[in-house]
């Protein structure tokens, strides 16, 4: 329900809801839209090999409803596995390990954030495309009612875990 744009690195340069996705989603983005562009790749600038290793640090900075701003950065780490046929064209194997950290007091309601994910992402090296990905993220925020500008009797916490699934799988 997501269309992203990226450059010829996989870096995301721009996404945002299609006309199909539910109006909730629609109100969440751009926070939504950032965070899962953050679940696509991030290629190297120089040719690798099988076994090869990389690392992508990406500031997040999420405009989330009612004005705040939650800050973090979404930390890839990518292994080259292997070749393999995938939709019948040779494909590069990437694995993806991502480490999501947010800063605390970035927010009117006190909050702790972390998250984690893995994946596969297959490359065709012939056309320069992502042929298929398939990538669960599950992040966990940690909400301090008690505190900040809302101030709940009682200092409630609220804990919210959600997962995302990305996965893609090119058609053409």
């Given at each position: 329900?997501?269309?992203a ?7 995301v340069?721009e996404?945002?809801p299609?006309d199909?996705?539910p ?18 790749a ?5 040719p690798k ?11 997040l ?5 009612g ?5 973090g950065?979404?930390i890839?780490n990518y292994?080259f ?5 995938v939709?019948?064209?040779p494909a ?6 991502l480490?999501?950290?947010m800063?605390p007091g970035?927010?009117?309601?006190p909050m702790e ?7 596969y ?9 992502l042929?298929?990905s398939?990538?669960?993220f599950v992040?966990?925020g940690?909400?301090n009612l008690?505190g900040?500008?809302?101030n709940?009797?009682?200092g409630a916490?609220l804990?919210q ?7 893609t799988d090119?058609v053409?």
């Amino acid at each position: 329900e997501f269309v992203a744009r990226v450059d010829s690195r996989g870096k995301v340069l721009e996404a945002g809801p299609t006309d199909a996705a539910p109006t909730n989603v629609k109100t969440l983005y751009p926070a939504l839209g950032q965070a899962l562009a953050g679940l696509g790749a991030v290629f190297p600038a120089e040719p690798k090999a099988p076994g090869a290793r990389w690392q992508e640090t990406q500031p997040l900075n999420l405009a989330m409803p009612g004005g705040d701003v939650m800050k973090g950065s979404l930390i890839s780490n990518y292994g080259f596995n292997r070749w393999v046929r995938v939709n019948g064209r040779p494909a590069a194997e990437i694995g993806v390990q991502l480490t999501l950290s947010m800063v605390p007091g970035t927010m009117r309601v006190p909050m702790e954030g972390k998250g984690s994910g893995a994946g596969y992402l297959y490359l065709s090296t012939e056309e320069g495309i992502l042929v298929a990905s398939d990538i669960t993220f599950v992040s966990k925020g940690i909400y301090n009612l008690g505190g900040g500008q809302y101030n709940f009797a009682g200092g409630a916490i609220l804990e919210q875990t959600v997962e995302h699934r990305v996965t893609t799988d090119l058609v053409q």
